[in-house]
Every structure is written in structure tokens, then in C-alpha cells.
């Protein structure tokens, strides 16, 4: 797949379960750029002055000439090795989850993973309070099945704390091929005692969207990933909708980790004027910040429409930006629970030897100027649910949006 100018490509876990190793629910830009290119970003390659630098070669030097080895088992790395060890050390000293150097084995499985083969539990993690949290299962994958939740907080992984694990080395430890199976430890909001769920893993199909004329006159679409297909089969489902004759639509993005920012603006076009916000990448001023705006589709301009978005602690990424792009222009109400908070932007740079270096260089920011990162969207409607009413079969946040848009 090439992406060198493509504007986005979903942070999924699909990608991190899936083995990808990126962080989950984050909107990420891929611009495949060479380690000589990036003096186009006024990134040279020239030694800090105000930086001695020379601590970190007599380190070397002294580990080189004076370690030894106390046990018979462990290897001395190689200059390679020592290499991206250092490189490593200085990326996770920013302490951002989603700013990751990749060596050569897991640059190469991510270029592998993106491409489309994915096998794993089909689930996609992030980092919650410094926890490892389940941000959303994918439909009717097998992390899904087993009944894994958005908002779990997964404790060990066979056995193994992921107290202090980066996000990328928990995928190592979860992703596997079909017919394996992974071992978490799950401890879930409002119980004291984590749980112990065996998942086995499968080849993921990755569900885009749904859609219904419901009996009560209400239009519902299920939108599960902002896929590079998503936008043609929302639109469909949009037209359906009009033919329907309905002029009530429920879009649900509960458990919706994102995808392409491409597909959310698209989507949004469909609602919007021509040249409305839709999302900002804010640089801080190390570039110039880039607003997507809307196309200006706008096919209800004239037509009665009542809408109201599903959100909830598994809407992320490319959800985040379509419903507060529809919230904030006074299309949509939000309805459910507050949204997970991801919306910063990456950009992966090939550092040479096969090694990348994913880089944490924007933030998203909400037509109204408010940052994605900062606690996610609030709904105007608040509504609560528990696993006692998920088993039960009652959907209370739905129940909720249904009313509101009977205007009950």
C-alpha cells in the first residue's frame, strides 16, 4: 500500500493486536520519508552544541572494552544492536506512548501488518492512566467473542504484568497466528477481581458497517472502522436512508477505534457546507497547521434532518473527528458516554538499515479549537450502562438516542 502523501492511516489494533505495534485509537500520517528527507522538516543532522555528546561514546567505549559477560547463556549486542538500543532509550525518554522507535523485525512486521494480513485477537489496546486498556474489540472477532469489553484494563498477558509495558511490546506478546490462543488478565470497571479470558487467535476480518430502516421510522447505521471503502458504503447507506423517507438517523460509533482521516472528512462532507472545519493538525508552531475542511456534499442542507451519534469510551481517532466535527456545527447530538481522548498525528521516518522511527508531530483539534487529546468529547446526552444491562439485552444509550430523536 503506498502512502507516501496519503493523509492518514487508522491506528488500529487491529494494528496493535494484530501485531502492527501501534499505539490504538490513534490517527496516524504516514509520510514514508527517507532519514535524508527530513531536513525538508528543518531536521538536520548535526551534532546539538549544547549537548555533550560525548557521554554517550565514553559509555560505549567503557562497556565495549570492560563487560563481561556473568552468564554463560547471555550474548554481547552488536554494534547494531548497541545502536538502536540508544535510540531506543532516547524516544521513550519523552514518555509518549504513540513516539516509537521500530528496529528492523518489527519495522518490517508493521510494513507486513498495514499491508492487510492480520492475524491476532482482533482487539485494539491504548494506554489509559499508564494502563494498558482495551479501547474497543472488533465486531465479532474472537477478542469480541470471548466478551472483552471497551474500557478493560488488561493486567498481564500470559502471565506476564504489562505494568510499565509500552503499547507496542504488549502486540508482541498478544499477536500470534490462527488457531493459537493468548491468555489475558482482565480486570473491568466496577468489579474487584480480574478475570482470566483465553482467547484464540484468528485470521480478522475487519467489519465496516451496517445499516437499517427500523421499524419506529428511526434510520440506524452501525459504522464499525473508517476503512479506505468505508465513505462509498456510508454513502450508500446515507442514500438508502433518503429513500426511506426518514428524516431521523442514528449513527452509532461505540467501539469504533477509527481508521482513515481521509474516510472521517469525507463522511463529514456529507453534512457540511463547503469549506467548514471539519479537523485541525495543530504543529505548535514547528509547522504550519493544516485544516480539513469539508467538501461540501451537504445533501441535508434542505431537508428536516434530527441526528444523533452513539459514542463511548471506544470511539476513537477518526470517530472522535466526525462527531465533533457534526457536534460542533450544530448537525449532530452526542449521545452516551465520553469519547477515549486520541487525536494526536505521527509520522513515520525510514531511519535507514530497515529501522523507522514513528514520531509524534501534531495534535488534533476540534472545530471549536479544542484539542481530541484532552479527555475526548463530551456528550450532550449523557448515558450510562452497565455489563449487568449488556447481558440483560438492554441498550440504554441507544434507548436514549431513540428518544431524543422522537423528540420524546
Known sequence: MKMKHKAAIAACALVLTFGVGVAAGLLERWNFASAAATSTFSIGGEI??????????KAWNLLEKSYVSTHASSTIPSKEERLWGAIKGLTES??????????????????????????????????????????????????????????DKVLSINGTSTEGVHVDAAVKFIRGKKGTS?????????????????????????????????????????????????????RDALREFLKSGSSKLLLDLRGNPGGYLDASVDMASFFLPVGKTVVTEDFKGNRTNIVHRSAGYNVFANKNLRMAILINQGSA????????????????????????????????????????????????????????????????????????????????????????????
Do not use: C
Open 317 to 408: 481517532s477518526a470517530s472522535e473527528i466526525l462527531a465533533g466535527a457534526l457536534q460542533q456545527n450544530n448537525v449532530a447530538k452526542l449521545v452516551g458516554t465520553r469519547s477515549f481522548g486520541k487525536g494526536s498525528v505521527q509520522e513515520l521516518v525510514d531511519l535507514g538499515g530497515g529501522a523507522n522511527l514513528k514520531v509524534t508531530i501534531a495534535r488534533w483539534l476540534t472545530p471549536n479549537g479544542i484539542s481530541i487529546s484532552d479527555g475526548g468529547l463530551t456528550p450532550d446526552i449523557l448515558a450510562t450502562t452497565t455489563a449487568e444491562l449488556i447481558k440483560e439485552g438492554k441498550d440504554v444509550q441507544k434507548d436514549a438516542a431513540l428518544k431524543y430523536l422522537k423528540g420524546q
Open 182 to 234: 493468548v491468555t489475558l488478565s482482565i480486570l473491568r470497571e466496577g468489579e474487584e477481581k480480574a478475570r482470566e479470558v483465553t482467547i484464540v487467535r484468528d485470521v480478522i476480518s475487519i467489519p465496516v458497517l451496517t445499516h437499517e430502516l427500523r421499524s419506529d421510522g428511526v434510520y440506524a447505521i452501525e459504522l464499525y472502522s473508517f476503512s479506505a471503502n468505508a465513505p462509498q458504503l456510508f
Open 48 to 57: 546539538p552544541s549544547d549537548v555533550n555528546i560525548a557521554q554517550l561514546w
Open 94 to 151: 519523552y514518555g509518549d506512548p504513540y513516539t516509537v522507535f521500530m528496529p528492523p523485525e518489527d519495522a518490517k512486521v508493521f510494513q507486513e501488518e498495514i499491508s492487510g494480513a492480520f492475524e491476532g485477537v482482533g482487539m485494539e489496546l491504548g494506554l489509559k492512566d499508564d494502563i494498558l486498556t482495551v479501547i474497543a474489540p472488533l465486531k465479532d472477532s474472537p477478542a469480541y467473542k470471548a466478551g472483552i469489553q471497551s474500557g
